[in-house]
């Protein structure tokens, strides 16, 4: 069913979260609109501050990111929040207990809430999340929370793909941030310790502390992690947090790298898509007679599989 | 430093196992000289039969691999092995031990064995295998081996890479056949129960076949993969194995069924190294003003990233 996208973009910007969610649904489904959706939405796009919140399971993430929410809708910025579960084969599966806990924010029109599961998606996250924090963006977002589960290299890519990326730690959490893998390290723009009214708070923000000094080689006109305690579940500390990222946001800003990020990002995002285009001309050859010729053809030791790549990525430019 | 492939290509087929050894280098290090290698191989190839050995780690897959290369030699065949390790970055690592266990066949010229790991290559197990598959096929053996460590999606792979794949189980590992994931029971053309003389075996056989029946939905001309019993530690019912093997194999030639098999999987090889080529040409603009200046405009909001995407596969084709 063709959908007028013009009309929907126009009432995404009016704030009706229908026509947000739909076209969340027409990006993340690879839709035959995708292109016509993506192309209306690169105008309005540019606006929103992406904030990448990660973390092991159990240090509060949910609970951090509504805290974020309500401190954003505070001082009057709308909110967006796009609940990445890069292990769940459902939209919405595994987080439906924790979007439950963000149900305070279900009523209010200057909030979006979008779960995403990415398993099996075509291009996987790096694919589809970029798409939905767009369509968030155009509709007027001023701040999109991207939360991801820490699972590895997704986490990763969710930090690749924001303005700044926080990691959420929690005392306790086995051993502390040993537990955080080494990777963790490496892409926090800002430390956030939750759950700092339990005991290990400091000891972990000490710990953090140190770990991050030792890989710390950065010049002096560079940009140091901070780390931030606080008390989500009971809105403590979360001002702090908020004043972290803007401080964060300014210094990249003044110094160009929020361009300049943002521009790596875009690259990438191009890159995904035309692989991924490429990959599909590819898989449309099949059962198609020219890659069946080609790989009788080696069967038979007349061309090797190099030359019939060759021939095949000829093949595909000529179309 | 420039190698005279086509004297090197020559050695091996004489079975010189260093000019072997040399091109297995040259084929899955991307060596410049790669095309070159595979062009040269490329008449030369077809004539090895290749087996797939896959499951679970301390089921013998080397003891089987070592005793199946002594049943073959004594029928006077040239066999190569290669043993592919999917979760060590270092050739030969993980495996060492194992390798020490077939010294027996090092002194043997009709022997070639080869460890391959595979983590972090470009493009992967898909990648580089097939193309050390073609040169032990090219240097004269009449058999390869490839042996993998059961770790889900990769013995898939490689089992797709065989003419025969062949699956190794063990009595009372874990829950026996439980243990063996599911998609075990999908590519298996022969199942081996090794270690045939340990309590349980009668079990195994019984429980494996009993889910093999419960997917069984072949039609009376297909091919139903039998169940066969052995002590490979002692060369007990290998023979039965290679009989097996070669009953696979003519039912295959008979029915043109090898030829398909090979037909498709030189269909993917080419797949494989075309996605590659291409994403290395998108490798290539990283640093180049094309995609930086696509990607600028698309974060003044003046272009989308799939018309930007466009753009690049436009350019890409016209080099």
Known sequence: MAVDVSELVEQARQGRPRAVARLIS???????????????????????????????????????????VS??????????????????????????????????HASDPGVYIRSMATRGHLGGLAWAAPQAIRVLDAAGCDVVLVETVGVGQSEVEIASQADTSVVLLAPGMGDGIQAAKAGILEIGDLYVVNKADRDGADATARELNHMLSLGDARGPGEWRPPIVKCVAARGEGIDE???????????????????????????????????????????????????????????????????????????????
């Open 26 to 68: 027409l990006v993340e489904g690879a839709s035959p609109q995708l292109r016509d959706v993506m192309a209306a939405l690169a105008p309005l796009t540019g606006n929103a501050y992406v904030v990448g919140l990660t973390g092991s399971p159990g240090v509060g993430k949910s609970t951090s990111t509504s805290a974020l």
């Open 71 to 104: 401190a954003y809708r505070r001082i009057g910025k709308r909110v967006g929040v796009l609940a990445v579960d890069p292990s769940s084969p459902f939209s919405g599966g595994a987080l439906l207990g924790d979007r439950v806990r963000m149900s305070e």
């Open 241 to 319: 947090v908020v004043e972290a990222l803007e401080k964060h946001r300014a210094w990249m800003e003044e110094r160009g790298v929020l361009q300049e990020r943002r521009t790596q990002r875009a690259a990438r995002e191009v890159e995904t898509i035309a692989v991924t285009t490429l990959r599909e001309r590819i898989g449309d050859l099949h059962g198609d007679r020219r890659l069946g010729a080609l790989a009788e053809r080696i069967v038979g030791g007349t061309l090797d599989p190099y030359a019939a790549a060759d021939e095949l990525v000829a093949g595909l430019t000529e179309s």
